[in-house]
């Protein structure tokens, strides 16, 4: 049996939780890393992080393992922007390879591996809020809402002018992808909470705009009501 297999490792797993189980110097564990990685027997994620190749392959949840690998590679972190906003049909997903956008306190980093392409997004600690716990495997990570997700990308457009109202206006609703559609007002009065919890100039503008156009379709709902 393979020093992987003598014992009950977590999915993701470092080189200091290998070395508390194994038994010798750090040279003979580097050594029976590298002969794993060379058989095929661990995947690396990162430097110094793995996962049993046997575990991923025969997880039957794979969307579930990525995510909870994005969790793991860059801590804290939570899960948000494109790759949300895509899962709640607010974005249409781009061609090649699965990116899963992240948000974090830490510097902004990216990461490749044979899972996908992870990417993280610096925000200050009195934005990072916004999302959710999922259970998997009786492990935890987070991931925003959707309007969470919707109100860290508009956070982080740094072309967005919200100097010119009308400008702001087109640049959301007529140069961007969003699919509004797949926006509904609780998710409106779920974003509104976090404009108003940031207290940031910025998003406080933006909501002006965001506001102005459920009130439009509020307007063009009634109207077609007492017209037809």
């Avoid at 014992?7 to 580097?30: D, V, W």
Wanted: charged residues 25%.
């Amino acid at each position: 049996m393979s020093f992987l297999g003598r014992h009950s490792l977590p999915i993701c797993f470092s080189k200091h939780e290998l070395r508390a189980l194994s038994p010798g110097t750090p040279m003979m564990l580097n050594g029976r890393i590298q002969r794993a990685l060379k058989s095929g027997k661990l995947l690396k994620l990162k430097k110094g992080m793995y996962v049993v190749a046997e575990n991923y392959i025969q997880e039957s949840d794979k969307t579930k393992l990525t995510e909870f690998v994005a969790s793991q590679l860059y801590r804290p972190s939570y899960i948000s922007l494109e790759y949300v906003l895509e899962k709640h049909g607010m974005l249409t997903r781009a061609d090649g390879p699965i990116l899963i956008t992240s948000i974090t306190t830490k510097n902004t980093s990216n990461f490749k591996n044979f899972a996908g392409n992870y990417t993280y997004r610096n925000v200050k600690p009195s934005i990072y809020f916004g999302f959710e716990k999922v259970i998997f495997r009786d492990n935890a990570y987070h991931i925003a809402t959707k309007a969470k997700a919707l109100f860290d990308h508009l956070y982080l457009n740094a072309k967005l002018d919200c100097r010119n109202g009308k400008r702001l206006y087109n640049q959301i609703f007529k140069e961007a992808a969003y699919r509004w559609e797949n926006f509904s007002e609780e998710d409106f009065r779920q974003f509104d909470s976090y404009v108003w919890k940031s207290n940031s100039r910025k998003m406080m503008k933006i909501r002006e705009v965001i506001e102005k156009y459920f009130d439009g379709k509020k307007f063009d709902m009634w109207a077609k009501a007492i017209l037809s």
